[in-house]
């Protein structure tokens, strides 16, 4: 199945709230993990996902439904299937950050181009 715009929004959310999360953690045999409730909350106060609270619960059942998530005594965690579409998904964001970094370095380029003015 192929996920929507918020559903992929969604789990890179997650995957960057564990990112930031854990990075303190990283030198320790430690990893810590979030409920459903404080998930969705970060989600509606970070203002950029704009869908309403229970919008928001059913793309994560959706996102359960199709094992990209799964919950351990009520914590979400990223299955393994969700962890290969989070990598998928930085690395498409990756590849848009270049072109971005490309086009506002300001690097020599040796050959002139043409550019009209309307």
Do not use: C, W
Not at 18 to 36: E, H, I
Not at 42 to 66: P, V
Not at 81 to 108: C, M, N, P, S, Y
Request: aromatic content about 10%; proline content about 2%.
């Amino acid at each position: 199945m192929k996920l929507t715009k918020t559903q992929r929004q969604i789990l890179f959310a997650l995957g960057e709230f564990y990112k930031q999360l854990n990075q303190p953690l990283q030198a320790k045999p430690l990893q810590l993990r979030t409920s459903k409730i404080v998930f969705i909350t970060f989600l509606l106060h970070s203002q950029i996902i704009t869908q309403q609270e229970r919008a928001l619960y059913k793309n994560l059942e959706i996102l359960e439904r199709e094992k990209l998530i799964a919950y351990q005594r009520r914590m979400i965690r990223l299955t393994e299937k969700g962890l290969q579409i989070l990598v998928r998904i930085d690395q498409e964001l990756g590849q848009f950050l270049a072109l971005k970094h490309f086009f506002t370095e300001k690097k020599g380029i040796k050959k002139e181009f043409q550019t009209i003015i309307y």
